[in-house]
């Protein structure tokens, strides 16, 4: 094994120096030419150009060589990059018991494919239980919360009979985060957590549980509510009175989820981050999220996320102020009409007693 890795690391370290091989043996033979040579110490115009030409060279070929290094460096760098971004917020299934589910969000930070915000979509038992979120901030930065939150959503979600429950374990994935956090940047504590491990960190969650008649219950922490398209109809879906931000305070004790609406077979909820109704042109003014649903909405929910997005960059002019996360779901079950008994199966009418 541990020849193995050795062997792995030589080979790691040709490739690096590779590029640089021949530029560095090039400037040897320049530098044991001009000390050694007889014709390079010779008086004249055109031995010095000539000598000025070979250094020239070797000087362009070291740049061009540490170069070549850095940018396949930085490729590999990309590459790892996006692959652990899309595991930690992986595209939802198209389908997700009947319904049609996408997924997509424009980050803040340029070369970043994640940010601050997450979503995610898993059928359970108990219905389709989606979380999304904005983490206070974005970008880098803001991956340690979104990492807590979505590990947390994809054990609880399948473990706890009550949405309820779901946000208890969400919170307390959230405090340890900080509290892990708080230590490391204070390591003079001894060990020991802090009191309060990060008042300024909070995250605005929407959890929801759709049920297998179309039921939709929320959970609101202080997030922007979905939008319900139905036809060409778009209307806001009340949420209830919010909860406070997951991490700024504590919990209510009782938490009751909200029943919000009830997405009948053919309508679609749009769910988003605060960064899509707040993205401004550059005469300041907001973007028109409902119009362009309404634009789009008879589309399917892939292609919706990408209108969205479109018209997003479009508005913005590719500056974006805050990320942007979309998450799109479409009730395609198919609604069954209610069957006649059978006559053998009719109930009938009890006789009238005779008293």
Do not use: K
């Given at each position: 094994?541990f020849?193995?890795?050795?062997?792995?690391a030589?080979?790691s370290?040709?490739?690096?120096?590779?590029?640089?091989?021949v530029?560095?043996v090039?400037?040897v033979?320049?530098v044991?030419w001009?000390?050694?040579?007889?014709?390079?110490?010779?008086?004249?115009?055109?031995m010095?150009?000539?000598?000025?030409?070979?250094?020239l060279?070797v000087?362009?070929g070291?740049v061009?060589g540490v170069?070549?290094?850095?940018t396949r460096e930085?490729a590999?760098?990309?590459?790892v990059?996006e692959?652990?971004?899309q595991?930690?917020?992986?595209?939802?299934p198209?389908?997700l018991?009947?319904l049609?589910?996408?997924?997509?969000q424009?980050?803040?930070?340029?070369g970043?494919?994640v940010?601050?915000?997450?979503?995610e979509a898993?059928?359970?038992?108990y219905?389709?239980?989606i979380?999304i979120?904005?983490?206070r901030g974005?970008?880098?930065a803001?991956l340690?919360a979104v990492?807590a939150?979505?590990?947390?959503?994809?054990e609880a979600?399948?473990d706890?009979?009550?949405?309820?429950?779901?946000l208890?374990r969400?919170?307390r994935a959230?405090?340890?985060?900080?509290?892990?956090r708080?230590r490391e940047e204070?390591?003079?504590r001894g060990?020991?957590a802090?009191?309060?491990?990060?008042?300024?960190e909070?995250?605005?969650l929407l959890l929801?549980?759709?049920?297998p008649?179309?039921?939709?219950?929320?959970?609101?922490?202080?997030?922007?509510?979905?939008?319900?398209?139905?036809?060409?109809r778009?209307?806001p879906?009340?949420?209830g009175e919010?909860?406070p931000?997951?991490?700024?305070?504590?919990l209510?004790?009782?938490?009751?989820?909200?029943?919000?609406?009830?997405?009948?077979?053919?309508?679609?909820?749009?769910?988003?981050?605060?960064g899509?109704?707040?993205a401004r042109?550059h005469?300041?003014r907001?973007?028109?999220?409902?119009?362009?649903?309404?634009?789009a909405?008879?589309?399917a929910?892939a292609?919706l996320v990408?209108?969205?997005h479109?018209?997003?960059?479009r508005?913005?002019g590719?500056?974006?102020?805050?990320d942007?996360?979309?998450l799109?779901?479409?009730?395609d079950?198919?609604?069954?009409?209610?069957?006649?008994?059978?006559?053998?199966?009719?109930?009938?009418r009890p006789?009238?007693?005779?008293?």
């Open positions: 094994m020849r193995d890795r050795s062997l792995v030589e080979g370290w040709l490739r690096r120096t590779a590029p640089l091989l530029p560095v090039w400037g033979v320049a044991a001009r000390l050694w040579c007889p014709l390079a110490r010779e008086p004249g115009l055109p010095r150009i000539a000598t000025s030409a070979v250094f060279t000087g362009i070291i061009l170069r070549c290094g850095l930085l590999r760098v990309r590459a990059a692959a652990t971004q595991v930690l917020l992986r595209p939802p198209a389908r018991d009947g049609a589910v996408a997924a997509g424009l980050s803040a930070s340029r970043a494919v940010g601050g915000d997450l979503y898993v059928a359970t038992p219905g389709v239980r979380v979120g904005d983490v974005h970008g880098l803001a340690g990492v939150l979505l590990g947390s959503f994809r979600a399948h706890e009979a009550e949405l309820a429950g779901v208890r969400l919170e959230l405090g340890r985060h900080l509290c892990e708080a204070h390591p003079a060990g020991r802090p009191e309060h491990p990060a008042a300024e909070f995250v605005t929801l549980e759709i049920r008649d179309g039921l939709v219950e929320v959970l609101d922490c202080g997030h922007p509510g979905p939008y319900r398209i139905g036809g060409r778009v209307e879906v009340p949420v919010p909860l931000p997951l991490g700024a305070f504590p209510p004790a009782e938490l009751v989820p909200y029943p919000a609406t009830r997405l009948l077979p053919g309508e679609t909820l749009v769910l988003h981050t605060d899509a109704e707040e042109d005469r300041g907001f973007f028109p999220l409902p119009a362009v649903l309404a634009g909405a008879r589309e929910p292609v990408r209108r969205v479109a018209a997003l960059l508005h913005t590719g500056r974006l102020a805050d942007v996360a979309l799109v779901v479409r009730n079950r198919v609604r069954v009409p209610a069957q006649p008994a059978e006559p053998g199966l009719r109930r009938t006789a009238p007693s005779p008293h």
